[in-house]
């Protein structure tokens, strides 16, 4: 077999073996991209796996949170919140 041949036939095999995975790491692609939304939302949940019981959160009741929070109204002191309207008195004069 002359040098060329064996050149040309390593050469074809290096080819192919670049061809055989065209979806690979070398994109730049990473495989967790896109999975910042869902740990962000698992860091700033309480329990984020309190769905996944087969029974329900003991001790939790909607009027026993109901009172919780008009107690909690009852309490609080409203303040007055002062409004504007941006850009008031622009180009009223003409």
């Known amino acids: 077999m002359s040098a060329s041949r064996v050149l040309a036939i390593l ?9 055989d995975q065209p979806m690979g790491a070398s994109d730049g692609i990473s495989p967790t991209a896109g999975m910042a939304p869902r740990a962000n939302v698992r860091t700033q949940t309480v329990d984020p796996d309190a769905g996944l019981r087969p029974t329900p959160n003991p001790g939790g009741s909607g009027a026993r949170a109901a009172g919780i929070i008009s107690r909690y109204q009852s309490v609080m002191p409203t303040v007055p919140v002062e409004t504007s309207t941006v850009g008031e008195g622009e180009g009223d004069e003409g």
């Open 11 to 19: 050469l074809a095999g290096v080819i192919v073996k670049g061809c």
